[in-house]
């Protein structure tokens, strides 16, 4: 019994004596070395190659969404080849960590299920391409620019200067309201008046109002129709289409404002809500007491 255990103690003895450890801990620096060293050179090649991908994709006019997408791909391809390459530096087993992963798959899928969805969603995004960097959308209630899509999310400003990092899978999953898709857009603005004024007035004032302005289109033709008919006025919405839809905030807030000065200075009966009071008579009565 004493002889095992000596040969035990002789054999750690042998494994951890400086001159092993020395020689172990030198192989294993070297190797992380040459690892870092193999990754920095795939990162130093995506860094030169970038500028270059972006001279290409502008010579082929391809639009900025497209890039912005071969963009990613192209970098996550070399700096996944990187990795792995960094990886058999080190002296790991690539063929037992595939099948490693492999097995954990499922478990890290499961884990990991919203953040893959959202890349799918991302990749979907590009294929079908409901809009482009640049658009303006609405989205679950929020309007803004589209200044980048990732692949795991879309970036949108609003016009208030703050930026929405909207999840690609409810970008796929809700309605997308796109603002700059089409190359006009039309602008509707209500306006009340009163239930005794000349309709046909009014409609010529509002039409005269925005006469010779380039901003409108000629082709379609503004319209005034009347939309509602009210106890104490009178709804008629002016209809015009926009030569360049992204002027479509300003133009909406400047032509109510137009309107209005022009069928105030019509002396057009702009009404507001009124209140009729009706006076009540109340009675007294006197009830006489039980015991009286």
């Known amino acids: 019994m004493s002889e095992f255990f000596e040969s035990i103690a002789s054999s750690l003895r042998n494994s951890l004596s400086p001159d092993v450890l020395g020689r172990e801990l030198a192989g294993t620096l070297a190797n992380v070395v040459v ?21 290409l994709m502008s010579r082929s006019k391809m ?12 970098k996550m391809v070399i700096l996944t080849l990187g990795t792995v390459h960094a990886l058999a530096a080190v002296g790991v087993n690539m063929g037992a960590l595939i099948a490693s992963l ?8 499961f884990a990991a299920r919203d953040a893959l ?23 679950g209630g929020s309007y803004g620019r589209v200044a980048n899509v ?30 700059t898709n089409f190359p006009h857009l039309r602008l509707d603005v209500p306006v009340t008046v009163g239930v005794a004024e000349d309709l046909g007035r009014v409609r010529r004032i509002m039409l005269e109002a925005i006469a010779g302005d380039p901003a409108f289109m000629k082709d379609p033709a503004p319209y005034v129709g009347i939309t509602e008919l009210g106890d104490y006025g009178v709804t008629a919405e002016l209809r015009v289409w926009l030569e360049n839809e992204r002027e479509h905030i300003a133009k909406r807030l400047a032509l109510r404002e137009q309107l209005f000065d022009a069928l105030r200075g019509a002396g057009v009966e702009l009404p507001f809500e009124t209140l009729q009071l009706r006076p009540v008579e109340v009675e007294a009565r006197v009830v006489p007491s039980p015991q009286g």
Do not use: C
Not at 63 to 74: H, P
Not at 102 to 109: E, P
Not at 154 to 178: E, F, K, Q, W
């Open 63 to 74: 639009d900025r969404t497209n890039a912005q997408f071969v963009e990613t791909l192209t």
């Open 117 to 139: 969805s959202n890349i799918i969603s991302g990749v979907l995004i590009f294929w079908d391409r409901p809009f482009v960097i640049g658009d303006l959308v609405e989205v």
């Open 102 to 109: 492999g097995i954990a798959g499922l478990t890290i899928g």
């Open 35 to 55: 690892a870092v060293l193999v990754f920095a050179a795939f990162y130093a090649f995506w860094r030169v190659a970038r500028p270059l991908l972006r001279r």
């Open 150 to 179: 990732t692949l795991r999310s879309t970036r949108v400003v609003t016009p208030d200067g703050r930026m929405l990092a909207v999840p690609n899978s409810v970008i796929i999953n809700t309605t997308v309201a796109s603002y």
